[in-house]
C-alpha cells in the first residue's frame, strides 16, 4: 500500500504538471523576453492538436525567461520550428503553438534543443484567421477609393465642367497669392533691418525726452528755492560781511607771509655763517674736508692692520686657540711678514 501510495503521488505529481509517465516524450527549451502570463501545465498545439504541455518557466538572471517543453516523441519537428505563445480565446490563457511547414524526415531537433519563440498578442490572436478577408476588405477599398479620386480628377480637369473652371479659377487665385506673398516676403526682409532701426532710434528719442523732461524739472526747482531765497535776503548787507571778510583773510594772510620771509632770511644768514666756519678751518667739520690727505692715510692703515691680524690668525691660529694649554707658544715672526717695521 505504501508503494502504491507512491507511485499515484508521483504519477499525480507529474500529470498536473503536464508529464505521462506512460508516454514517451522529449524536452525542449524556448528563451523569451516576456511570456506574457504563460504558466504551466499549458497545452503545446500543433495546427490545433496537443502534441505537449508546458512544464516549466524559470527566470534567468538576464531576465530572460527560460520555457521547458515536454512533447510526444512521436512527433518530429525540425530545427527551425517557432514556439508561438498566443491566446486560444478572448479569456486570455495563454498556449503554445509549433509552426513549421511540414513533419520532418530528416534534420530533426531532438530533446534538449532549444527552438526559436515570438509572443503573439491577444488582437493578433483572435484575428490572425481573418488575415486574408481582411486583405480582400482592403483591395476592394482601394479599388473603390482610387477610383473616386479618378472621377474627381476627371472632373476638376475638364475645364468644360462648371466645376473643372471654378478650380482653375481657384488654382489661378492660389498662385497669385503665393507670388504676391513671395513679393511681400521679400519686401519684409529687405526693410527688417531699417524698421528695426527706426524704431530703436524711437526708443532711444523717448528715453532721452523723458531724462531731459526730469533734469528741466530739477533746474526750475532748483531756480524758484533760488530766488525765493533771494528775496528773503538783503545782498547789500550780506555783500558788505562778504567783503569785510574778505580784507581781514588777506591781511592776516600777507602778515604770515612777511613772518615766514623773515624766518626763512634768518635761516639763509645762520647757513652763511656756518660756511664761512668751515671755509675758515674752524670745527671738526672743517678739519675733516681741510685735511683729507691725512684721513685718507688713517683709514688705509687701519684696512692694512685688519689684514695683518687675519693673516697671523691663518698662520699661527694656536696664538689665538688655548684650551689645554698653559703657556702660549713663543711668536716667530715670518720672513717675509708685510708688516711695518
Same mark, same amino acid.
Not at 493578433?124 to 483591395?139: C, F, K, W
Given at each position: 500500500?505504501?508503494?502504491?501510495?507512491?507511485?499515484?503521488?508521483?504519477?499525480?505529481?507529474?500529470?498536473?504538471?503536464?508529464?505521462?509517465?506512460?508516454?514517451?516524450?522529449?524536452?525542449?527549451?524556448?528563451?523569451?523576453?516576456?511570456?506574457?502570463?504563460?504558466?504551466?501545465?499549458?497545452?503545446?498545439?500543433?495546427?490545433?492538436?496537443?502534441?505537449?504541455?508546458?512544464?516549466?518557466?524559470?527566470?534567468?538572471?538576464?531576465?530572460?525567461?527560460?520555457?521547458?517543453?515536454?512533447?510526444?516523441?512521436?512527433?518530429?519537428?525540425?530545427?527551425?520550428?517557432?514556439?508561438?505563445?498566443?491566446?486560444?480565446?478572448?479569456?486570455?490563457?495563454?498556449?503554445?503553438?509549433?509552426?513549421?511547414?511540414?513533419?520532418?524526415?530528416?534534420?530533426?531537433?531532438?530533446?534538449?534543443?532549444?527552438?526559436?519563440?515570438?509572443?503573439?498578442?491577444? /488582437?493578433? &490572436?483572435?484575428?490572425?484567421?481573418?488575415?486574408?478577408?481582411?486583405?480582400? %476588405?482592403?483591395?476592394?477599398? !482601394?479599388? #473603390?477609393? @482610387?477610383?473616386?479620386?479618378?472621377?474627381?480628377?476627371?472632373?476638376?480637369?475638364?475645364?468644360?465642367?462648371?466645376?473643372?473652371?471654378?478650380?482653375?479659377?481657384?488654382?489661378?487665385?492660389?498662385?497669385?497669392?503665393?507670388?504676391?506673398?513671395?513679393?511681400?516676403?521679400?519686401?519684409?526682409?529687405?526693410?527688417?533691418?531699417?524698421?528695426?532701426?527706426?524704431?530703436?532710434?524711437?526708443?532711444?528719442?523717448?528715453?532721452?525726452?523723458?531724462?531731459?523732461?526730469?533734469?528741466?524739472?530739477?533746474?526750475?526747482?532748483?531756480?524758484?528755492?533760488?530766488?525765493?531765497?533771494?528775496?528773503?535776503?538783503?545782498?547789500?548787507?550780506?555783500?558788505?560781511?562778504?567783503?569785510?571778510?574778505?580784507?581781514?583773510?588777506?591781511?592776516?594772510?600777507?602778515?604770515? /607771509?612777511? &613772518?615766514?620771509?623773515?624766518?626763512?632770511?634768518?635761516?639763509?644768514?645762520? %647757513?652763511?655763517?656756518?660756511? !664761512?666756519? #668751515?671755509? @675758515?678751518?674752524?670745527?671738526?667739520?672743517?678739519?675733516?674736508?681741510?685735511?683729507?690727505?691725512?684721513?685718507?692715510?688713517?683709514?688705509?692703515?687701519?684696512?692694512?692692520?685688519?689684514?695683518?691680524?687675519?693673516?697671523?690668525?691663518?698662520?699661527?691660529?694656536?696664538?689665538?686657540?688655548?684650551?689645554?694649554?698653559?703657556?702660549?707658544?713663543?711668536?716667530?715672526?715670518?720672513?717675509?711678514?708685510?708688516?711695518?717695521?
Amino acid at each position: 500500500m505504501a508503494l502504491a501510495a507512491i507511485f499515484v503521488f508521483v504519477y499525480g505529481f507529474n500529470f498536473l504538471k503536464g508529464k505521462d509517465l506512460f508516454k514517451r516524450t522529449g524536452t525542449y527549451y524556448i528563451v523569451y523576453k516576456n511570456v506574457d502570463g504563460l504558466i504551466p501545465p499549458a497545452p503545446v498545439t500543433v495546427n490545433g492538436v496537443q502534441v505537449g504541455s508546458v512544464i516549466e518557466v524559470d527566470l534567468l538572471d538576464n531576465l530572460d525567461i527560460l520555457v521547458e517543453l515536454s512533447l510526444d516523441r512521436d512527433i518530429s519537428i525540425p530545427k527551425h520550428s517557432i514556439a508561438d505563445i498566443y491566446s486560444p480565446s478572448p479569456l486570455g490563457e495563454k498556449s503554445v503553438r509549433l509552426l513549421f511547414d511540414r513533419v520532418c524526415k530528416t534534420n530533426c531537433a531532438t530533446s534538449g534543443d532549444t527552438l526559436s519563440g515570438k509572443v503573439t498578442g491577444l /488582437v493578433a &490572436s483572435l484575428t490572425g484567421d481573418m488575415s486574408e478577408t481582411l486583405n480582400e %476588405v482592403q483591395t476592394v477599398m !482601394t479599388e #473603390v477609393v @482610387s477610383s473616386g479620386l479618378d472621377s474627381l480628377n476627371a472632373k476638376f480637369s475638364d475645364e468644360s465642367e462648371e466645376i473643372g473652371q471654378s478650380f482653375n479659377d481657384i488654382q489661378g487665385i492660389l498662385k497669385n497669392l503665393k507670388r504676391s506673398t513671395y513679393k511681400l516676403d521679400k519686401l519684409l526682409d529687405g526693410s527688417t533691418d531699417n524698421i528695426a532701426k527706426t524704431i530703436s532710434n524711437l526708443e532711444a528719442a523717448t528715453s532721452n525726452l523723458k531724462g531731459t523732461k526730469e533734469q528741466l524739472d530739477r533746474v526750475l526747482a532748483n531756480a524758484e528755492i533760488f530766488t525765493t531765497d533771494i528775496k528773503g535776503i538783503n545782498l547789500k548787507e550780506k555783500l558788505d560781511e562778504t567783503i569785510g571778510g574778505v580784507n581781514t583773510a588777506l591781511n592776516t594772510t600777507v602778515d604770515k /607771509v612777511k &613772518s615766514t620771509l623773515n624766518k626763512a632770511d634768518n635761516a639763509i644768514a645762520g %647757513v652763511d655763517d656756518i660756511l !664761512t666756519q #668751515v671755509k @675758515s678751518g674752524g670745527g671738526s667739520i672743517s678739519k675733516l674736508m681741510n685735511d683729507e690727505a691725512k684721513l685718507y692715510k688713517s683709514i688705509n692703515e687701519a684696512a692694512i692692520d685688519m689684514q695683518l691680524l687675519m693673516q697671523d690668525i691663518r698662520l699661527n691660529p694656536k696664538r689665538y686657540i688655548r684650551f689645554f694649554r698653559a703657556k702660549s707658544p713663543d711668536y716667530k715672526k715670518p720672513e717675509d711678514d708685510p708688516g711695518r717695521q
